[in-house]
């Protein structure tokens, strides 16, 4: 298997922690969409990434749909409950951090146009609300507790750990560590594990 996509990109990364995690083998192929030549519309005709390509040449995406395949692909560790309650519990942390990483990364977006092109004060106001709503949410639900969900890690911990440390790359006027001391705590914890540390974002 090969997985197509950008090492800055926070929805590549959440896949690479699963294939981490999982010890899938998979070869990560850097290719940006935006680039010249890009294999990805090959791949997934909306042009975007990550995309999975199997060794049969057919293409899965987008990150959520990966997630899930990837975690059925090989036994334990398991990411996803097989109880249905609880694999939906897990899954709605999965679109809680997506949506916060789906708001930060349009803020990222934006920042790169000329200082005149750039969305109203209204429209940042916007994203950030959705950014701090998620964020309370994570630590409300979270708690003191070890975990996410249940008393083992999972894609809710890859959720809520990808994305907050999507915002200390994109936005850091969020200061998520201060609002939520267990936010903190709990993400301290999370960096030390390998998968964490194997996919870091790069410098710059």
């Not at 940006?32 to 040449?57: A, C, F, Q, T, Y």
């Not at 979270?142 to 890859?158: M, Q, V």
């Not at 006027?173 to 999370?190: E, G, N, V």
Request: aromatic share 10%; with cysteine; hydrophobic share 35%.
């Amino acid at each position: 298997m090969k997985l197509l996509g950008s090492p800055t990109s926070p929805y590549v990364r959440k896949v690479r922690l699963v294939i981490e995690e999982k010890n899938v083998p998979c070869e990560f192929v850097i290719d940006r969409p935006s680039e010249p030549g890009s294999k990805v519309p090959e791949h997934n005709p909306l042009g975007k990434v990550p995309v999975l390509v199997l060794d049969n040449g057919r293409a899965i995406y987008d990150s959520p749909v990966i997630t899930e395949y990837l975690d059925g692909y090989t036994g334990k560790p398991t990411l996803l409950p097989a109880v249905f309650a609880e694999r939906i519990e897990v899954k709605r942390w999965e679109a809680l951090s997506d949506g916060i990483a789906d708001a930060t990364v349009a803020v990222s977006h934006d920042f790169r146009k000329p200082a005149g092109s750039r969305e109203s004060p209204a429209w940042y106001d916007k994203q950030s609300q959705k950014i701090l709503r998620g964020l309370a949410t994570i630590a409300g639900d979270l708690g003191d507790r070890e975990f996410c969900h249940g008393s083992a890690f999972s894609l809710a911990d890859i959720g809520a750990g990808y994305a907050l440390a999507y915002l200390d790359r994109a936005w850091r006027d969020i200061d998520w560590r201060a609002l939520h001391p267990t936010l903190k705590r709990y993400y301290d914890k999370l960096s030390q594990r390998s998968s964490f540390q194997k996919t870091q974002y790069p410098a710059g």
